[in-house]
C-alpha cells in the first residue's frame, strides 16, 4: 500500500493533532483523522491536552459510542498498532487531579516545548 501511494506522489507527512476535550466532537475527529493519516503511511502524534486528559485513563476511550461513528475501540488499537505516538500534557496531573497509574498502557508524558519540539517539522496539524 505504502510503495503504490509514494509511486502515486504522495508524499509522507508528520501529522500533529491536539485533543482539547473528552467529548465526542473532540476525540472522534481526533482519532478518525489519525487513523486515516496513519493508514497512509504518515508520522502521527497525538497531543492531550489537560481538558482531555480524563480520556487517557484506562477503559476511557473504549466506553465511547457515537451515533453512526466507527467503533472507537477499533479506532484506538488501529493508531497504536501502527505506531502513533500518544503524549499527554504533564500539567494534567494536577490539573485533573490524575495518578500516572491511572494512565492507558503506552501514553508518554511531555511538558509542552518538549510537544511543540516534537512537531516542528509537522506538515500537518489539527485541533479538535
Known amino acids: 500500500m505504502l510503495l503504490i501511494l509514494a509511486q502515486q506522489g504522495y508524499i ?12 465526542s466532537k473532540n476525540l472522534y475527529p481526533a482519532f478518525i483523522f489519525g487513523s486515516s493519516a496513519i493508514a497512509l ?6 497531543f492531550f491536552t489537560p481538558g482531555a ?4 485513563k484506562k477503559g476511557e ?11 472507537m475501540a477499533d479506532l484506538v488499537e488501529g493508531v497504536e498498532a501502527l505506531g502513533a505516538k500518544i503524549l499527554l500534557c504533564e500539567l494534567a496531573f494536577d490539573a ?4 500516572k497509574e491511572e494512565l492507558r498502557e503506552g501514553v508518554e508524558v ?7 519540539a516534537e512537531i516542528g517539522d509537522a506538515q500537518v496539524t489539527f485541533s479538535f
Open 12 to 23: 509522507m507527512s508528520k501529522v500533529a493533532i491536539v485533543c482539547n476535550g473528552v467529548e
Open 41 to 46: 503511511g504518515d508520522e502521527l502524534i497525538l
Open 61 to 71: 476511550l473504549e466506553k465511547m459510542k457515537g451515533k453512526g461513528m466507527p467503533d
Open 110 to 116: 511531555v511538558g509542552a516545548t518538549s510537544f511543540m
Open 53 to 56: 486528559a480524563p480520556a487517557l
Open 96 to 99: 485533573k487531579d490524575m495518578k
